[in-house]
């Protein structure tokens, strides 16, 4: 995590915001993906995939219907 | 007086009746005509029918004739090979050229003499006729005849021994004397003069069947084989696996042959945590919709049992030999079994954790047929085990050229395949 500047300034801007966020890693699409999701129980929220670059990975509704990771999904960060 | 009387009554009716002409008849010609007219010409159909009776005649005595002298050259032959026969005729006891005469003559009935000149030219004086010698005046050069040699004049050789007179010992070169001349060179019997006839010639209509049969056993050659090889994909680990298939040579030239066949061949594959180049096919999990939830495969399994049928072009290095060849071309063909095992887990976002892992199974049969989607490349390495069978080893390489069976997985294999040939000939 200290390799990525931008993991950490997005952890550092998560935490501003005062919600339950997680942060795991996994495969997508034979790269490593950062996923941030929103773990507020009262909250739809759909998660959000960074490259190991930290672009967003932007995908289609149909994508998302079939978002299929390989390997293992491994929680890297909670908020409080 | 009376019968003179009576006489001339009777020339007068006679005459009455031989002027006597009956129109009636005439008519009823006419109406017979009306009613069975006059053919203008044969009929086409007599026409055709005439020819096809012609050219079937001349068709079965074109077929017929040949084996009547083929039948007839084959008894001449062992007549003149008879070592009995020979050593009965004491100018037929040594080897003697024979040289066929262009038609059938009196020769043997007639006497005739070689002499030789010191050229080596050969002269035959006939004693025939002027009208039947077809050798009068002229001169014959021996060397220019295949299989014979001219032996100049200074050998010891007389001119008596030259000479074929007509004998009671002779009676056997009467019985070939159809279209044959037998000549008495004893020397030359040292270059094995006898003319020998073609065999194919010579051979029986059964003889060619069988040959033509054993032609076209040539043209076709069958081989069981098995093989071992590796299973090969993009993020999967190599997998040992078997198979087992019949294929079939077909002769197109003198190096290359069609082969073809059907081959038995189990493929399995394994991701683990790698994606599968088809992103897991049209595995759906149940749980993707699940807010909050998110799907992770942790492993990925593919066995497919593949019934394949090659069309590739097998070039032989060597022919004669056929030791060696290369061989190339496509692969088609279905899957028996498919079987597709996904690892999954479920990761909750909410509590960040992962559920435990649970398999979820795909199997299908013969739901695809592929076709022409894997190149075929091998050597194969030929020995000889017995007249009629050879063991092949031939190494192989398949290489897949689009998505393969119905989850579109790309795979190849590599491996070594053991051939047990049986040819019907020597060559396999």
């Not at chain 1, 500047?5 to 795991?24: D, F, G």
């Not at chain 1, 790269?31 to 759909?46: F, G, K, L």
């Not at chain 2, 159909?45 to 096809?52: G, N, R």
């Amino acid at each position: 995590m200290n390799d990525l500047p931008w993991l950490e300034q997005e952890i550092s801007r998560l935490i501003a915001l005062n919600q339950c966020y997680n942060i795991s890693r996994s495969t997508y699409m034979k790269q490593t993906v950062y996923i941030i999701s929103n773990c507020e129980p009262n909250i739809n929220y759909v998660p959000v995939l960074y490259g190991c670059d930290g672009k967003i990975l932007y995908l289609s509704a149909e994508d998302y219907q079939n978002l299929k990771f390989s390997g293992s999904i491994e929680l890297i960060w909670k908020s409080n | 007086m009376k019968e003179t009387e009576d006489q001339r009554i009777a020339a007068k009716f006679r005459q009455v009746f031989d002027d006597f002409e009956d129109p009636a008849s005439n008519e009823g010609w006419l109406e017979l005509r009306k009613k069975y007219p006059e053919e203008k010409g044969r009929p086409l159909f007599f026409w055709i029918s005439s020819a096809a009776a012609a050219l079937i005649l001349f068709s079965g005595l074109w077929l017929y004739i040949p084996e009547i002298n083929q039948e007839y050259t084959s008894s001449k032959i062992s007549r003149i090979a008879d070592p009995e026969r020979i050593k009965k005729s004491p100018s037929l006891s040594k080897p003697q050229p024979i040289v066929h005469a262009p038609s059938e003559s009196k020769l043997t009935k007639n006497e005739f003499n070689l002499s030789l000149d010191t050229n080596g030219v050969t002269n035959i004086k006939s004693a025939l006729p002027e009208s039947e010698n077809v050798f009068a005046n002229r001169t014959i050069d021996i060397s220019k005849l295949s299989g014979l040699s001219a032996i100049p004049a200074k050998n010891s050789v007389k001119a008596d021994e030259y000479t074929l007179s007509k004998s009671s010992q002779n009676t056997e070169i009467q019985s070939i004397k159809p279209d044959t001349m037998v000549l008495a060179i004893g020397e030359i019997a040292k270059t094995d003069p006898i003319f020998k006839p073609n065999t194919e010639e010579l051979k029986l209509p059964e003889e060619k069947v069988k040959n033509s049969e054993k032609i076209r056993k040539k043209n076709f050659s069958l081989s069981l084989y098995a093989g071992s090889y590796i299973n090969y994909a993009d993020g999967s680990e190599n997998k040992v696996n078997v198979g087992a298939g019949l294929s079939s040579d077909f002769r197109i030239s003198k190096n290359l042959r069609i082969s073809t066949g059907l081959n038995l061949s189990k493929n399995s594959l394994a991701y683990n945590q790698n994606e599968p180049a088809n992103n897991y096919g049209s595995f759906q999990s149940a749980n993707a919709s699940i807010i909050g939830n998110l799907v992770a495969l942790s492993n990925y399994k593919a066995e497919l049992l593949g019934l394949d049928i090659p069309l590739n072009i097998k070039y032989l290095f060597n022919p004669e030999r056929s030791s060696t060849y290369f061989l190339a071309g496509l692969s088609s063909g279905t899957y028996l079994s498919e079987k597709y095992v996904v690892e999954q887990s479920n990761f909750n976002s909410f509590a960040g954790i992962s559920a435990a892992a649970n398999n979820q199974e795909i199997s299908r049969q013969m739901q695809d047929f592929d076709l022409m989607r894997t190149l075929n490349l091998s050597f194969g390495f030929n020995t000889r085990l017995s007249k009629k069978q050879s063991l092949t080893i031939e190494p192989f390489l398949k290489y897949p050229l689009g998505g393969l069976g119905s989850e579109n997985l790309r795979f190849g294999a590599s491996g070594i395949n053991v051939k047990l040939n049986f040819n019907s000939s020597k060559k396999p």
